[in-house]
């Protein structure tokens, strides 16, 4: 039973470049969420997917940008890349978006913008 | 907006001694749950709280949800070297699965 695979693992941008991250959910699991985890912090909610539509969106201006297929998987997007952006890009899923289901973290990507 | 404060920052320990860490909520939580990040790792989920005043133990761990629904705490008992790592609570105020993260409490253990 594969968990939540991402890639690409490490990615290195410059400046106002554009990134796409990819998310494949745990075997079963229908909703996606991202998070952003700079080095010494928590991770912070980016946006969850379901039913292939953004259902909760944190505090992230409109640079950020998903999306979700019909077999559950996601992209994240970032445009226009600032070097505050450089960090962990965690994905996880659960069974459904409600909060009664533990989170599945998968390996994250890690972003670095020069 | 919503704020998860978690203390203390760091905390070192020997080896044997206990360990606690503890967490609030600017608001009262629907729940309340608890990860473990190794270093170099991503965050794995320890437990779930949900009801007001839970208790909750797993071997050596102990989870306590508040009264009220805006705090938490996570207790060690007798630390060994493999609980070294950073440890989460998230809380969920409106039962969606949104999670918002504490800083984290950062746990080494001596041997």
């Known amino acids: 039973d594969a968990g939540v695979t991402q890639s690409p693992t490490h990615l290195i941008k410059t400046r106002g470049q554009q990134v796409t991250l990819r998310c494949s959910p745990k075997?079963?699991?229908?909703?996606v969420s991202w998070y952003q985890q700079a080095l010494g912090q928590g991770p912070q909610f980016i946006f969850q997917?379901?039913?292939?539509?953004?259902?909760q969106r944190g505090n992230f201006p409109d640079r950020f940008s998903g999306h979700q297929f019909p077999n559950y998987s996601s992209e994240l997007n970032v445009n226009a890349l600032l070097l505050g952006d450089s960090a962990l890009y965690l994905c996880?899923?659960?069974?459904?978006?409600?909060?009664?289901?533990?989170?599945?973290f998968g390996p994250g990507t890690r972003l670095t913008v020069t | 907006g919503q704020q998860v404060m978690q203390i203390p920052q760091y905390q070192h320990v020997q080896e044997g001694e206990d360990f606690t860490t503890y967490c609030n909520s600017s608001?009262?939580?629907?729940?309340i749950q608890w990860y473990k990040q190794r270093p170099g790792g991503h965050p794995v989920f320890l437990i779930q709280?949900?009801?007001?005043?839970e208790v909750k133990k797993q071997k050596r761990l102990t989870f306590q949800f508040g009264e009220a629904k805006k705090n938490s705490s996570l207790h060690i008992t007798a630390t060994q070297t493999t609980d070294v790592g950073t440890y989460f609570c998230?809380?969920?105020?409106?039962?969606?699965?949104?999670?918002?993260f504490g800083q984290g409490t950062t746990l080494q253990v001596k041997p």
């Open positions: 996880a899923s659960s069974l459904v978006p409600g909060g009664l289901y533990e989170q599945y």
């Open positions: 075997s079963g699991h229908d909703t």
């Open positions: 997917y379901y039913e292939e539509e953004e259902r």
């Open positions: 608001t009262t939580l629907s729940n």
């Open positions: 709280l949900v009801k007001s005043g």
């Open positions: 998230a809380g969920d105020s409106s039962n969606t699965g949104k999670l918002i």
